[in-house]
T-cell receptor, first 109, second 115 residues
Framework: GDSVTQMEGPVTLSEEAFLTINCTYTATGYPSLFWYVQYPGEGLQLLLKATKADDKGSNKGFEATYRKETTSFHLEKGSVQVSDSAVYFCAPGGNMLTFGGGTRLMVKP | IAGITQAPTSQILAAGRRMTLRCTQDMRHNAMYWYRQDLGLGLRLIHYSNTAGTTGKGEVPDGYSVSRANTDDFPLTLASAVPSQTSVYFC??????????????FGPGTRLTVL
C-alpha cells in the first residue's frame, strides 16, 4: 500500500525564518498529493495540493512541488509567522489518503 | 455553513461500555471517513463509506462498526470499548471517494478516553 515519510518534529523556528518540511512517499501510479494542517484543538484542513507531476501547489505563502522523479512533495515557506505554528501532514491520495505522522512546527516571536 | 459536526466533543468511558460517536455533514458529500489520531502515529483510517448504503474497512477497523443510512450521517460505534481505543477521532467527508483530487473536510474531533 501507499506510505509516506515526513521529517520528524518538532521543528522550532524564529519568526521570518525559512521553512522546509520534507515529505517522500511510495504509491501506485501517480496520485494527487496533499498537505494538510492541524491548528491546536482543531481538525485537519487542506493547505495545498498538486494533482500531477511538476505541479506546484500554493496557499498562504506555502508551496510544494510534485516531484515524480524523487517521489517527494516538500513543503516550503519563505518567512514563517507565529500563526503558522501547527502540525503539518503530507498525504498521497492514492486509493485512500495515507497520512504521515505529522510534523509539529513551533514558531517563536 | 457548518460543514462537519461531531458529537460528543469529549467522553470518558468505562471499558466494556458501548459508545456511538456521531458525525453529520451538510455538504451533500458522497464519501465519508472515520480516522483515529494517536500521538506520533498520524491519522489512521478506521472505516469509510463511498455513498449512502455502502461502507468499507480501513487500516484499523477491528472493534469498530459504522453505518451509512443516509448521505449526511456516518456514526461510528464501539461495541465494547477497550483502553487501546483511547484516541482522538475525526470524521471527514469528500465529494468523491479518495483516489481523486478531492479535498477531505474534517470535523473538529471527539476525544475519547477509555478507562
Amino acid at each position: 500500500g501507499d506510505s509516506v515519510t515526513q521529517m520528524e518534529g518538532p521543528v522550532t523556528l524564529s519568526e521570518e525564518a525559512f521553512l522546509t518540511i520534507n515529505c517522500t512517499y511510495t504509491a501506485t501510479g501517480y496520485p494527487s498529493l496533499f498537505w494538510y494542517v492541524q491548528y491546536p484543538g482543531e481538525g485537519l484542513q487542506l493547505l495545498l495540493k498538486a494533482t500531477k507531476a511538476d505541479d506546484k501547489g500554493s496557499n498562504k505563502g506555502f508551496e510544494a512541488t510534485y516531484r515524480k522523479e524523487t517521489t517527494s512533495f516538500h513543503l516550503e515557506k519563505g518567512s514563517v509567522q507565529v500563526s503558522d505554528s501547527a502540525v503539518y501532514f503530507c498525504a498521497p491520495g492514492g486509493n485512500m489518503l495515507t497520512f504521515g505522522g505529522g510534523t509539529r512546527l513551533m514558531v517563536k516571536p | 455553513i457548518a460543514g462537519i459536526t461531531q458529537a460528543p466533543t469529549s467522553q470518558i468511558l468505562a471499558a466494556g461500555r458501548r459508545m456511538t460517536l456521531r458525525c453529520t455533514q451538510d455538504m451533500r458529500h458522497n464519501a465519508m471517513y472515520w480516522y483515529r489520531q494517536d500521538l506520533g502515529l498520524g491519522l489512521r483510517l478506521i472505516h469509510y463509506s463511498n455513498t449512502a448504503g455502502t461502507t468499507g474497512k480501513g487500516e484499523v477497523p477491528d472493534g469498530y462498526s459504522v453505518s451509512r443510512a443516509n448521505t449526511d450521517d456516518f456514526p461510528l460505534t464501539l461495541a465494547s470499548a477497550v483502553p487501546s481505543q483511547t484516541s482522538v477521532y475525526f470524521c471527514a467527508s469528500s465529494e468523491r471517494l479518495a483516489g481523486s483530487a478531492d479535498t477531505q473536510y474534517f470535523g473538529p474531533g471527539t476525544r475519547l478516553t477509555v478507562l
